[in-house]
């Protein structure tokens, strides 16, 4: 599905990355794990479009996507979410995941403007929007504005923002950092339904324990370069991971 | 009577005019300092076309718009791609060269002479005093800008505006093309300025460049600003505020050299007041982005 | 023909100079554009104009007074209207509409102060000039090139050799760090506009000597400030040197070569093909143009 290879990046005369490939498959969760500094949200930016590798390539689906704009990645299929919690904080709930909505013929300037067959579209993505936030149990709270919403709750919004693209890979820079535990627990069941119905999913986390509940395999990072790769009971029971992390 | 006309023709065109900027401003969070420079683009397309090409009134403003609104991707292509800050400057730059070649060019636009005898608009058959035709005219054409401008921000189109306004990487991470969205409500408030200029070209029946400077445009933010970026009535409050204001302080009796200038540091005064004290202007509910 | 359009060249680029490096560094500073700088450049020559003219000041200490208010109007202008925004963190933009609105009142007030003609601080004689290498030069000119050497001099000094320059430099690079490492940003704003505006104030006042002034001559200055810090690249004092220099020259190519609407234009063009392909102009990087 998604294949990075021999990726490179630096920042002045720091490595972000460096040599790092990776194949990820058609489905499942994958957890990328690593140090700070270790280079993976300069990853996720990379695969998502937000900044050009200075050397390596990406392919979604065979098809090389390498310095592609956020915007046409976000179009061939790869929805992210950022660690610093983007949202449109002065439109409601719903709003934001009407927003993510591919296929508005109502963003066409010309159909703005005569307002032709302006609702049943808009019935039918809020069907599907609403859906989605019966899923995440945000269905409540689908009026609020998003800034009234608590920290978790924008995060499971900025997950609903992610499916409501109909993308089929998602990319999640620390889905449940910073969230009370009752909520974290609820992201992972939700991150558990993505995988249910086919797609894939790949974050970026430091609660190991997370990595341990869901995670069909783990990547490993430190200073930009991939140290270990496989299912997590296999790669967080070796010493040097552990040291690397826990130690 | 025919006093209270000429305070709502200006009024209906500055509305239309601060209406068209505030697509830019309030709903897309971009600052244009060119809005001036369009407004000239069409109070010129109908001056010319309508005294020396002969053409109707309607002719010349449909060509003054598609100018304008092409000459807008001048300015909006290279620079939008950027940092919005970019765009500023590209503006600013813009109105600056505009008013040069409204000043300079004199074999098109008679430079600093202007062009008069623009003909006025008088209502079909000429029944009725003159200035019941224009005064018509701009209220239509100010109604039909404000309902346009409602029609775009609303719904799906509106929605990418105001997530750009907010959050433009965020918008961009959900796959739209932002680039469209910006350039497109660019050149659309460029047509509806030239739309508000060609009609001020018919009432004044005179244009020449002094109408059109930086100077002006800096008013016209001003009227969007203090009146209420984003809001549905605030660029009419604006500019009707400072169409009326003017009048005012003509009954206060202040001598005509410093009146224009009285006035003007009024505007910035309330500008600025509005940016620190009141950002969400006279009737405007959101603070400023 | 040529080297006198050179020689031209260099004298209008380095007040367009002087003007970019002051804007740049206030801009580098407080990240948004400071538009009113335009009013406070103006208020500079006009200051110098009143105390010279009406007022009968020798002209030194005209200039010096002059120089010594534009920093003031410029610190007061911080404090006034951009610290209070500053506090309630507000955006970029609104900072740039604030001073658009201080922009408009300065200069309006300038007009109604003292009307709308031209004024002029020239000596009355006419100047002999004298000739270097091909073209010629006149005194008041030589002057000016004089005047801006020594000024540019001084702003690399106090920048790369003193400890305010460096706290300077840190703020502008980022503001918290700053903070963090016990600079306070507050304090080297306060200085970095009052350099920022006695250097616009200084080279509105050189250029007066030789040119008459206009209520609106802010305005031209500002953009051709902010281009040259653009075309010459953000974050680089040298490169937006160049810029002005560069800039200056194609204006005088343009007076020479383009009928008169089309002056301006050029600049323009300058500007979008900079825009299109150097983002970062000659020497600009670091700071990376794109939208985030």
Not at chain 1, 107 to 128: N, W
Not at chain 1, 146 to 174: F, N, P
Not at chain 2, 202 to 207: A, F, L, N, P, S
Not at chain 2, 222 to 249: D, F
Request: proline share 3%; charged share 15%.
């Amino acid at each position: 599905m998604l294949n990075c290879e021999q990726l490179r990046k630096s920042f002045g005369g720091v490595r972000a990355l460096w040599d790092f490939s990776v194949r990820f498959p058609d489905q499942g969760i994958i957890a990328i794990i690593g140090p700070n500094g270790a280079g993976k949200t300069t990853l996720v930016n990379v695969i998502s479009g937000l900044i050009r590798p200075d050397a390596g390539s990406c392919f979604l689906r065979a098809r090389e996507i390498t310095g592609y704009a956020l915007d046409k990645i976000a179009r061939l299929g790869i929805a992210r979410s950022f660690q610093t919690l983007r949202l449109i904080r002065g439109l409601s709930v719903l709003d934001n995941a009407l927003l993510a909505r591919p296929g508005w013929r109502g963003e066409s300037f010309a159909v703005a403007l005569c307002r032709f067959g302006v609702g049943t579209e808009y019935q039918a993505h809020e069907r599907k929007c609403l859906d989605l936030l019966q899923l995440v149990r945000l269905f409540d709270k689908r009026n609020n504005l998003a800034e009234a919403l608590s920290y978790g709750e924008q995060k499971l919004l900025s997950i609903v923002c992610c499916l409501a693209t109909d993308a089929q890979v998602l990319v999640l820079d620390e889905p449940v950092a910073g969230v009370h535990p009752e909520m974290a627990v609820r992201i992972l069941d939700v991150l558990r339904e993505i995988r249910q119905s086919g797609k894939l999913v790949i974050f970026i986390e430091h609660d190991i324990a997370a990595v341990r509940a869901v995670a069909d395999m783990v990547v490993v990072m430190d200073h930009g370069e991939k140290i270990a790769e496989g299912t997590p009971e296999d790669v967080l029971s070796r010493p040097r991971i552990i040291e690397a992390y826990v130690g | 009577m025919e006093y209270a006309l000429h305070i709502v023709v200006l009024a209906g065109i500055f509305s239309a005019l601060s209406i068209s900027l505030d697509l830019l401003v309030g709903h897309s969070g971009l600052l244009s300092l060119a809005q001036a420079a369009f407004f000239g683009i069409g109070a010129y397309a109908s001056a010319i076309i309508t005294t020396q090409a002969g053409q109707p009134p309607i002719a010349a403003m449909l060509v003054g718009m598609a100018v304008s609104a092409s000459i807008s991707l001048l300015v909006s292509l290279p620079s939008l791609r950027l940092r919005d800050d970019y765009f500023v400057l590209a503006t600013f730059a813009f109105q600056m060269i505009a008013f040069s070649i409204f000043n300079n060019w004199t074999g098109l636009t008679k430079g600093s002479l202007g062009i008069s005898g623009i003909p006025s608009l008088a209502l079909p058959g000429n029944r009725g005093p003159a200035s019941l035709g224009i005064t018509m005219a701009s209220v239509l054409m100010a109604l039909f800008v404000w309902s346009l401008s409602r029609r775009i921000s609303r719904d799906a189109f509106g929605r990418v505006l105001h997530g750009i306004r907010e959050d433009e990487v965020f918008v961009k991470s959900l796959g739209k093309n932002t680039m469209y969205f910006k350039v497109v409500i660019f050149a659309f408030s460029s047509a509806l300025a030239a739309l508000a200029g060609s009609l001020y070209a018919h009432y004044i029946t005179y244009v020449d460049p002094t109408s059109f400077t930086v100077m002006d445009s800096l008013l016209i933010i001003s009227m969007v600003i203090i009146g209420g970026a984003g809001s549905t009535y605030g660029p009419i409050a604006g500019a009707t505020c400072l169409v009326v204001i003017p009048e005012v302080l003509r009954f206060v009796g202040l001598p005509g050299a410093i009146a224009a200038n009285v006035r003007q540091i009024l505007y910035g005064l309330l500008l600025v007041l509005t940016v620190v004290m009141r950002p969400a202007g006279m009737v405007g509910t959101r603070p400023l982005q | 023909m040529l080297r006198q359009l050179f020689m031209n060249g260099i004298i209008t680029g380095s007040i367009y100079a002087l003007v970019a490096a002051s804007f740049a560094l206030i801009y580098q500073t407080t990240r948004f554009f400071h538009f009113a700088h335009g009013g406070i450049y103006t208020a500079g020559a006009y200051f110098a104009y009143m105390l010279s003219v009406p007022f009968g000041l020798p002209k030194a200490a005209a200039v010096a007074i002059a120089v010594i208010a534009g920093a003031g109007m410029g610190v007061f202008c911080d404090y006034a209207v951009y610290r209070p925004l500053r506090k309630r963190r507000a955006s970029a933009m609104a900072l740039l509409l604030a001073s658009l609105g201080v922009l408009v009142v300065l200069q309006n007030t300038i007009s109604m102060f003292f009307g709308d003609d031209l004024k002029t601080m020239r000596s009355r004689h006419v100047a002999e000039g004298i000739s270097i290498l091909g073209a010629n030069i006149t005194m008041v000119q030589l002057g000016i090139l004089g005047a801006t050497s020594v000024a540019f001099f001084a702003l690399w000094l106090v920048l790369y050799r003193t400890s305010l320059g460096l706290q300077v430099r840190a703020v502008a690079n980022d503001a918290e760090l700053a903070r963090i490492a016990g600079t306070s940003p507050d304090k080297t704003i306060t200085w970095v506009f009052a350099i920022g505006s006695a250097l616009a104030a200084g080279a509105a006042i050189l250029i007066s000597f030789d040119t008459d002034l206009t209520p609106n001559m802010g305005f031209q200055a500002l953009l051709m400030g902010m281009i040259a810090a653009i075309v010459g690249g953000i974050g680089s004092l040298w490169g937006t040197v160049l810029g002005a220099f560069f800039l200056g020259l194609v204006r005088q190519l343009a007076v020479w070569k383009l009928p008169g609407q089309w002056q301006d234009a050029i600049v323009f063009l300058v500007l979008i093909t900079f825009l299109l392909f150097r983002p970062n102009g000659f020497l600009g990087g670091g700071r990376r143009p794109r939208s985030f």
